[in-house]
């Protein structure tokens, strides 16, 4: 595997979660792999988890890591091609990328939906402006459409709690007082349909998710209709792609709390974070021992280091 940026670049699904469980059991067998090589984590948004758990991953693996915030630390950096550069960014991407590629042998990338151009956050312009300019291989940390690495924690989530071969897995939205990215649900609905889980996704009309990632998946719009027998319930807020960048929605009715949880198969309640409490789920669910919010977290680390380990092993 050369780029990681969704679930198509694992050459093989099943191999990435043996590989997966191997770094959980043995994360520091492999130092040798990143001796003397460097991964430069960029993000042009905030994170936690993703920062530290990447960088966690990288050094498990013997690598050295450096990390730059775009927006506080460097210069503001231009995107668009073509541009006249006469505004308040001082350096284009085109220069900024490949400069960055010349010190470091991996690259990570957050750079979220920006919601001024349906196309262009869907074209998944920055990331592949990494991928074409950088001259290494390049790791999502959650871009425009996608957040692979949060997609193949989840997935190791679900297997190491499952109680049956074929669980339901419930992707419900939830309300947020902000419109959220497409990208942590997306990602999520596209790496569930290569499992054989059974995948229910819920939302309310006009939260419709794009129909490349949904496929045929099944929509449930009654909420409760969908929890019914659930194994895992996965919350998320994001705005809506038809009405694009929109918040339609702030109704609470969506709010993932106890009486729905009752529901379902005493199901495992899961969420990327961070949540706001009382809002996406109330503090009586996530407070459970149900949830398993923690542990989802944990498995960043256990996901990233799967990935990069695939990407050393084929460096050249
Ligand atoms: C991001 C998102 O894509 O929804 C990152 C999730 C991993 N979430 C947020 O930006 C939450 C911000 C907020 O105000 O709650």
Redesign the pocket.
């Known amino acids: 595997m050369r780029h990681f940026t969704s679930v198509h670049d694992l050459p093989d699904l099943n191999e990435a979660l043996k590989i997966a469980f191997e770094m959980k059991k043995n994360p520091f067998a492999y130092q040798h792999l990143g001796k003397n090589k460097t991964m430069v984590l960029i993000f042009f ?2 994170s936690l ?2 920062r530290l758990s990447t960088q966690k991953a990288a050094m498990n693996l013997g690598m050295n890591t450096m990390i730059l915030n775009v927006n506080q630390d460097g210069w503001q950096l231009e995107s668009e091609l073509g541009i006249i550069m006469d505004g308040d960014k001082p350096e284009h991407l085109r220069e900024a990328i490949p400069v960055i590629g010349s010190y470091c042998d991996i690259i990570g990338v957050r750079s ?1 939906a920006q919601f001024k151009s349906k196309e262009d956050d869907y074209q998944e312009k920055i990331i592949n402006q990494f991928i074409d300019y950088s001259g290494v291989p390049v790791v999502s940390m ?1 871009a425009a459409t996608r ?1 692979p690495l ?1 997609s193949f924690a989840d997935h190791v989530t679900i297997e190491e709690f499952k109680t049956k071969e074929r669980p339901k897995v419930v992707l419900t939205w939830a309300p ?3 419109a ?2 497409q ?2 649900p997306n990602s999520f609905v596209e790496w569930m349909r290569q499992t054989d889980y059974e995948l229910v996704v819920t939302h309310p009309e006009g939260y419709e998710l794009a129909p490349e990632f949904m496929g045929d998946v099944k929509v449930e719009y009654d909420q409760k209709k969908a929890f019914s027998n659930a194994d895992f319930i996965y919350a ?3 705005a809506s792609y038809s009405s694009y960048g929109q918040v339609l929605s702030r109704d609470r009715k969506w709010t993932v709390d106890e009486e729905k949880m009752a529901l379902t198969n005493q199901a495992k309640f899961m969420h ?5 409490r009382n809002i996406i789920v109330s503090d009586g669910v996530i407070d459970s021992p149900d949830s398993i919010v923690i542990q989802e977290a944990a498995n960043r680390e256990v996901s990233a280091q799967a990935v990069l380990k695939m990407i050393l092993e084929e460096l050249k």
Do not use: I
């Open positions: 948004n905030s988890r993703t979220f959650e957040h949060q947020h007082p902000k959220l990215p990208a942590v998320k807020n994001w990327c974070l961070p949540v706001r």
